[in-house]
Each structure stands twice: as C-alpha cells, then as structure tokens.
C-alpha cells in the first residue's frame, strides 16, 4: 500500500503565484519522519526539510512554508510568491519507526512556474 | 562542492556489457544507498550499507551488484541488464544511525542508464 500519496500530479501556475503541494501519508508508528524533497531538471533530489512526529509547529524559510496537521495525517508545502526557479519536481517522503533510513516517497508533484 | 558525486552522469550499455556506476560522497557520512527512478514510478530504494555492511537489498535483481570499498564510495555493478531496467540511478549518503538527522538522506545527481 502506498504510505505517502501526492495526489496533484502536475500543477503549472503563472511566477508571483502561490502554489500548495499536498501529501498525505500512512504510517502507524507514533515515532516517524517526514520529508520535503526538490528535483530539478538536473536530476538532483535537494533535501528541503524534515519534520518529526512530534513537532508539529508549521515552519517557514523564506518563500517556503510547511504546514504539518497529524490530525489529518497531512504535511503540506506552500511555495509563495512562486519563480520560475521553484519549476521542478517536489516529493514528499516518510520514514517510520526503529527503519527510519528507508525513505518512502510520493509520486512527485511536477511544478512549472511560467514567466 | 558538491556533496555527493556520480559517475558517469550518462550511460548507453548493450544487454551483454558490464559495467559500473560510482558514488562518492564528501560529507563524513557513514550509510549509503542506490535507487531506482523510472518514468511514472516513485522512487525504489535497491540497497543500503551502513558502515560498510550491507542492511538492505530490496528483492533487487541479481544482475545489479553493489559494493562498498569504504563510507565514502559505493558502486553498483551491471550485468546482462534488459531494457526495463533503464532509468535515473540515484546514489544517497546519510550521517548513519536513527533519529531524524542522522537518517536524512542526501543525494548526488544521478546516473541517467539507458539499456538498448
């Protein structure tokens, strides 16, 4: 079964648009981790965040912010104010319990910010 | 610099060759991983060493051979490979050990493996 599920497969907004990734996950482990990756062209995934089961303050770097809900088993990522720089492919990854080195991803979210 | 680095970033094989892909990672980590990117498909975590010693081999096909010299190289081997198992290569690297930052995974640019 799928643990992390990006529903949005691809989404194309306008630059200075704000764009929300969704992911939902499944785990029943109380102790996980959860992940924002970013995937250029260049083929690089580049780690964003991480965010652990128990902390569930949302958080925000610059023109990105995550907003972490266990109630709805969801850990959203908002791009603001979007460049054609954030065009790339984003995923979000669990990881669980005692094997928190096994990463499960999400299908990915293709971003593209036109100009 | 970067962090982690592969080699060769692109690769055209027949099905009967051999060869190798290479990961070095410049971060003092102590565990690495190879996945597996294919079109349409989410990422497939192949193999893990941690401190050397191999803790994962995800029902991979015997054809894809790793090996791990050291912490800061890994290399997977290829054999006999069919077209299907053309895809992007990614090498990771992670501090080693549980909890949080020890397990975050960073990754090196990949190895784009076309099979003809």
């Known amino acids: 079964a799928q643990k992390v599920t990006q529903a949005q497969t691809e989404i194309s907004v306008v630059e200075k648009e704000d764009v929300t990734l969704d992911c939902v996950y499944e785990?029943?482990?109380?102790?996980?981790?959860l992940f924002w990756y970013k995937q250029p062209p260049s083929g690089e995934l580049v780690f964003l965040i991480r965010?652990?089961?128990?902390?569930?303050q949302n958080e925000i770097s610059g023109r990105y912010s995550w907003n972490f809900q266990k109630s709805t088993s969801s850990f959203n990522f908002t791009i603001t104010a979007s460049q054609v720089v954030d065009s790339a492919v984003y995923f979000c990854?669990?990881?669980?319990?005692?094997?928190?080195?096994?990463?499960?991803f999400g299908a990915g979210t293709t971003v593209t910010v036109r100009a | 610099e970067t962090g982690v680095t592969q080699t060769p970033r692109h690769l055209v094989m027949g099905m009967t060759n051999k060869k190798s892909l290479k990961c070095e990672q410049h971060?003092?980590?102590?565990?690495m991983y190879w996945y597996k990117q294919s079109a349409k498909k989410p990422l497939e975590l192949m193999f893990v060493?941690?401190?050397?010693?191999?803790?994962e081999n995800n029902s991979v096909p015997s054809r894809f051979s790793p090996e791990c010299p050291n912490s800061s190289h890994l290399f997977l081997h290829l054999h006999t490979l069919q077209p299907e198992d053309s895809a992007l290569y990614l090498c990771?690297?992670?501090?080693?050990?549980?909890?949080?930052?020890?397990?975050?995974?960073?990754f090196g640019p990949g190895t784009r493996l076309l099979v003809l």
């Open positions: 990771a690297s992670s501090p080693g050990g549980t909890g949080g930052a020890l397990a975050t995974q960073y």
């Open positions: 785990t029943r482990d109380t102790t996980y981790y």
């Open positions: 965010r652990n089961s128990f902390d569930e």
């Open positions: 990854a669990l990881s669980e319990g005692r094997a928190d080195y096994k990463l499960s």
């Open positions: 971060l003092g980590h102590n565990a």
């Open positions: 060493y941690n401190f050397k010693e191999q803790t």
